[in-house]
Nanobody, 115 residues
Framework: QVELVESGGGLVQAGGSLRLSCAAS????????MGWHRQPPGKQREFVAR???????NYGDSLKGRFTISRDNAKNTVYLQMNSLVPEDTAVYYC?????????WGQGTQVTVSS
């Protein structure tokens, strides 16, 4: 059993920042990737960012430069620093973990950016 617990979401004004955290616990195995997706209201879930065990990163379109993903392998935790937030960033943010056997998802954390 693997559990992912997200934290750090909330309400922020446009131009502000938030830092999301996601801590993994349980029978994790060897983690390959950790990352984030998001689901804006009324839209499909979309890719936000990923980071490999070696530290390589990828970002969704138009997010690089505002969002930064990082990882603490010792703590099995992934972070998402979000700067210069805009109302279009409003969404439920889900973290995930991929260990070459299965992808696990967190329960999601709400981020709301007011104009």
């Amino acid at each position: 059993q693997v559990e992912l617990v997200e934290s750090g979401g909330g309400l922020v004004q446009a131009g502000g920042s938030l830092r999301l955290s996601c801590a993994a616990s349980g029978s994790i195995g060897n983690i390959n990737d950790m990352g984030w997706h998001r689901q804006p209201p009324g839209k499909q879930r979309e890719f936000v960012a990923r980071i490999t065990s070696g530290g390589s990163t990828n970002y969704g379109d138009s997010l690089k430069g505002r969002f930064t993903i990082s990882r603490d392998n010792a703590k099995n935790t992934v972070y998402l620093q979000m700067n210069s937030l805009v109302p279009e960033d409003t969404a439920v943010y889900y973290c995930y973990l991929y260990n070459a056997l299965k992808t696990y998802w967190g329960q999601g954390t709400q981020v709301t950016v007011s104009s």
